[in-house]
């Protein structure tokens, strides 16, 4: 390796190129630029590069496909691939095709620096080499939404524990996500084909947590009339989530460590053991270190569990994922009859401002509600939960547009006007969407439109309309 690493940046972008190379030249790296896939393996194929840093979408190609061929020429060759498209698919399939890392756009530059440094420095201390032509994993709906940087960093996680047996702790608090997490972590592995069972250990005295995982004998205790296989044996071959470990007891958790050590499970009430094959993983939403500390959690286990450990973010420190998280749910709980759902801009303001104590979970009950109480496709500030649509007051709001609507006691006439701009404001002036709230025909509204002189649905340019028709071809065509 050169005393000065030699870096290789294949992206069309233009300003990100400049960006890049003028940072990373900053920090004592030489850089070389491509615009194009072709261009990036003709460099590697001519030239001696310590790391290369890609975009995933290439003017002629996809950068997942360029990482093999970069491969064939140096398979312990540094690759990073960089996406304004963060998401669990990209990472996952970034890994499975042999890419060293993933980073989501827009990144700080001391961030790429740092990542470089890692794998250089790792590539010559150990001379590491990355494993080249692994299958593609199984790509699968994960159902975990969101492109900030902490979800990034939770994909890449993912996507490397993927690839091992290991144990894996998942830490976060109460409606984060874990078992979803978990989910993935199963799909995307090569246990993906066999049984992933799911268990709550907070719902369960020891007795009953036991026999449900371990399985038991006829009479072992009351009521045991037969013999029953425990849940270790009937995920034999695939994963079995272990859900809120912070509430089991330190016997439970010895019986626990023995059967993670040894790879056997003992019915309760038997003398023989059988020999199970199966991936565990376990979640928290309390600090099992701080438990450990209190001696309250056996820190042998704790060790055991978290051979890989994967923290997730509160919805509040994920900036930019509610509105993502937001299409989302309303998508998922559209009716297979219902007109597409819309969101008012006031009632997205309040959910950006609400803190979400509860985090994806609160976000979607919440949004579960609102879709019940919606009508005509739109859902407004009202159909929020009170402590959401509160948020409208706190801003500064003031008064909300219903008492705003009748405060001078206007004439119906002029009510009518009003109540006519007060939903075309929320639908974004367009006049489909408010025509399927007032249960009017369009013809109608273009007439009230015209009629009242509203501003902002008059359109000299024809953009609106344009845009209006756009849309509705694409659902006549969905």
């Known amino acids: ?38 261009e990036a393996l003709e460099a590697v194929s001519s030239g001696q590069f310590d790391a290369v840093l890609s975009d995933v979408y290439m003017p002629d190609g996809n950068g997942l496909d360029l990482v093999a061929s970069l491969r064939a020429i140096d398979a312990g060759l540094p690759i990073v691939l960089m996406t304004a498209q963060g ?80 144990t894996v702790l998942i830490m976060g608090e109460s409606g984060t996500g874990k ?14 084909a066999r049984p992933f069972l799911s268990v709550n250990c907070s719902g369960l005295t020891d007795t009953l947590l036991e026999s449900e995982l371990f399985g038991y004998v006829r009479g072992a205790f009351t009521g ?6 425990g849940l270790f044996e009937a995920a034999d071959g695939g994963t079995l989530f272990l859900d809120e470990l912070a509430s089991t007891s330190p016997a439970f958790q010895a019986s626990l460590l023995r059967v993670l050590q040894s790879g056997e499970v003992r019915r309760v009430g038997s003398t023989q053991s059988r020999r199970v094959n199966v991936r565990v993983t376990g979640a928290s939403n309390a600090p099992l270190r701080d438990l450990v ?29 509610v509105e993502l998280l937001t299409a989302h749910f309303l998508q998922q709980f559209r009716g297979p009859d219902q007109p597409a759902l819309h969101l008012t801009n006031e009632a997205m303001a309040a959910l950006a401002a609400h803190n979400f104590p509860g985090n994806v979970r609160e976000l979607e009950n919440a949004l579960r509600r609102a879709v019940a109480l919606s009508s005509g496709g739109l859902v407004t500030i009202d159909c ?12 500064g709001a003031g008064a909300g547009p219903e008492h705003r609507l009748i405060a001078d006691r206007p004439t119906m006439e002029e009510l009518q006007r009003r ?60």
């Open 1 to 38: 390796m050169s005393q000065q690493p030699h870096i290789l940046i294949a992206d069309d972008e233009r300003s990100i190129r400049l960006m890049l190379e003028t940072g990373l030249t900053l920090n004592g790296f030489r850089v070389t630029s491509a615009r194009t896939g072709r």
């Open 87 to 166: 998401s669990l698919q990209i990472a996952v399939e970034a890994v499975a095709r042999g890419a060293s890392d993933f980073i989501g756009k827009p990144f700080e530059i001391s961030a790429v620096v740092a990542l470089l440094r890692r794998y250089l420095d790792a590539r010559r201390e150990a001379n590491a080499s990355l494993a080249s032509g692994e299958p593609d994993l199984p790509l699968s709906q994960a159902g975990l939404v969101g492109r900030s940087a902490p979800m990034v960093m939770v994909y890449k996680l993912i996507a490397q524990a993927a690839r091992t047996d290991a």
């Open 179 to 192: 078992e979803l997490v978990a989910r993935a972590i199963h799909d995307f592995s090569a246990r993906s």
């Open 224 to 229: 045991a009339a037969g013999e029953r296989a």
């Open 293 to 321: 500390a209190a001696g309250s959690f056996r820190s042998d286990l704790y060790y055991r569990l978290s051979v890989l450990s994967i923290e997730l973010p509160p919805l509040h420190a994920r900036a930019g994922d």
């Open 384 to 395: 929020l939960p009170p402590e959401i649509a509160a948020l409208r007051q706190k801003a």
């Open 419 to 478: 109540y006519l701009q007060l939903i075309l404001e929320e639908t974004g002036w367009n006049r489909r969407r408010a025509a399927a709230v007032l249960d009017l025909d369009r013809r109608t509204i273009q007439r009230l439109i015209a009629r009242y002189q509203l501003q902002g649905a008059l359109d000299p340019d024809g953009e609106l309309e344009a845009e209006e028709v756009s849309e509705e071809r694409s659902l006549d065509t969905a």
